[in-house]
């Protein structure tokens, strides 16, 4: 970026247009983003490319990123966990300060973040992108310790494996539950996809075994490709058991694996329980979330509608008709960074449209698509009418295998975006 | 939502920011939807995919290919349910935007 001359900067100072935050009077405008996943650390990257002298830090706990998009073909043993893990070094190299800290405090009115190990950062704009926390409190017996032996594995890492192993343990003939939670969640169509993998990998390797799904609800993203494509390649071996049918889990006991709904209980040989999840918790902690445990934005700029100075992305932002995605995530990332780039520079940010595109794997060759156009309409971000929806109900095989193709290489794609 | 109005108050101060950002720097953005593109096109030509590149390319192909698929005309499996939610002119914008954007090495 040029510097400007003396004279632009005085014919420039006489606009009202020049009112800025105060800390840019100290030369460098300071943006802080807390949480590294697919909506931090491209928003981070989009920061730095948008205003090249603007200090951007990042602050993110773990050194390496795991990511959960994939993570089911690591848990039906298609994947190892090695091909979701990302680190920062590419960020580093564009002069983005990454902090490896916990971000345990934020104070809006005096714009500073606090970290666990001490430092306090001053910021002109705040970008929070910290994804899900489970509520430990939601779903009775489902604690910290429960996620032992009932594993949630909807934080991709040691949970994925870990679930992987109980899988491979049980012997054929056994009983898989997976408990899916009420809306809203990260990944609306994550719980289906892994059902439909673990059953793959079931019907490949213990086909004497079953696989029930217990939804504390009546409908899901894509349920009438994945209905269709669990009734050809899965007949028998999976069971999905709606709301209305009994299906929501009330409470759990862990010392026996046992799912507990208001008609019956399920012992299971390998449980998955997706508990029900709320914004991380640095998003309560900044006053960002509300009783709802989500956080909600203006749609334009990704603005806390709570805390002024602090913008929300991610899975933990309510984002109106747009899913918790990754895909998501990303695009509302680069929206939020051209946003904060604006206000930075007292520009008027535009009003934006967002596409989402989620892809879900029935086998490995068989993949289906939702995708989605999003506006500001009435303060929410809203469905563009006409546009977006799910693959075609009735598609040759080729369509399906070219969708999972696709899949995997948007992964490829958004991870080498992110972090390379 | 911009900021408090403590914050506007210390703001009259700050004269000396324009030194910071030279003007149009940020120009103005990219145009509504041209950044969800790339979460699936790849921005750089050492990605394995089939999903073909699309910055610095003519913004009339961008243009045909988008009309293409919005009519249906071209089949695919997810351009024709995106590119439906787009009109002419954002699909001009976008193509323009994309055009000036370099692919990264």
């Not at chain 1, 009077?25 to 989009?46: D, P, T, Y």
């Amino acid at each position: 970026m040029m510097r400007l001359t003396r004279r632009a900067f005085l014919s420039g100072s006489t606009s009202a247009g020049l009112l800025a935050a105060p800390a840019l009077a100290q030369g460098r405008a300071r943006v802080v983003v807390v949480g590294g996943g697919f909506a931090g650390a491209i928003c981070a990257r989009e920061l730095q490319r948008a205003m090249p002298r603007a200090a951007v830090t990042l602050i993110e706990a773990n050194p390496i990123f795991t990511a959960c998009p994939f993570s089911n073909s690591v848990i039906a043993g298609l994947r190892t966990i090695g091909e979701q893990r990302f680190g920062y070094d590419a960020l580093r190299a564009e002069d983005i300060a990454i902090v490896h800290d916990q971000a345990r405090a934020v104070d809006p009115q005096s714009r500073l973040v606090s970290l666990s190990g001490g430092s306090v950062l001053g910021y002109d704009r705040l970008v929070l992108a910290p994804g899900i926390d489970i509520r430990w409190d939601a779903l009775p017996g489902y604690d910290e310790a429960a996620a032992e032996p009932m594993p949630h594995a909807w934080k991709a890492g040691e949970q994925t494996t870990l679930l992987r192993r109980r899988l491979v343990a049980m012997p054929d003939g056994g009983t898989v539950v997976i408990s899916a939670p009420a809306n809203p969640f990260r990944c609306p169509p994550g719980p289906y996809e892994r059902a439909s993998l673990i059953a793959y990998y079931l019907k490949t390797t213990k086909p004497r075994s079953k696989l029930i799904v217990l939804d504390a609800k009546d409908s899901f993203s894509k349920q009438r490709l994945f209905q269709a494509a669990w009734q050809r390649l899965y007949p028998g071996l999976l069971e999905w058991v709606s709301l209305s049918n009994g299906g929501k889990v009330t409470s759990v006991d862990p010392a026996s694996r046992t799912l507990v709904t208001d008609f019956a209980s399920y012992k299971a040989d390998v449980a998955n329980v997706i508990p029900p999840q709320r914004a991380g918790h640095i998003a309560e902690l900044a006053g960002v979330s509300d009783a709802t445990g989500w956080c909600p934005i203006d749609p334009i700029t990704f603005e806390s509608r709570l805390q002024p100075g602090v913008h929300v992305i991610g899975d933990a932002a309510i984002a109106g008709a747009m899913p918790k995605s990754a895909f998501a995530a990303n695009t509302q990332a680069k929206v939020c960074a051209a946003a904060v780039a604006a206000l930075l520079n007292d520009e008027p940010p535009s009003p934006p449209k967002l596409i989402n595109t989620c892809y879900s794997l029935v086998a490995p060759d068989y993949g289906i698509s939702i995708a989605g156009v999003y506006h500001p309409v009435n303060g929410q971000l809203a469905d563009v009418q006409g546009a977006g929806g799910i693959s075609p109900a009735e598609a040759a095989p080729d369509f399906r295998a070219l969708e999972a193709s696709y899949a995997a290489a948007w992964f490829r794609t958004i991870t080498a975006q992110t972090f390379s | 939502m911009i900021g408090s109005p403590a914050a506007a108050a210390s703001r009259v101060g700050a004269l000396v920011l324009p030194l910071v950002f030279s003007a149009g720097a940020l120009a103005a953005g990219p145009p509504p939807g041209a950044t969800s593109c790339l979460g699936c096109h790849p921005t750089s030509a050492t990605v394995n995919t089939p999903v073909p590149r699309i910055l610095d390319r003519k913004p009339d192909e961008i243009v045909a290919a988008m009309l293409a698929f919005r009519s249906g005309e071209r089949p695919s499996t997810v351009m024709g349910r995106i590119a439906k939610g787009f009109s002419d002119d954002e699909i001009r914008a976008i193509a323009v935007w994309l055009a000036e954007q370099p692919e990264k090495q």
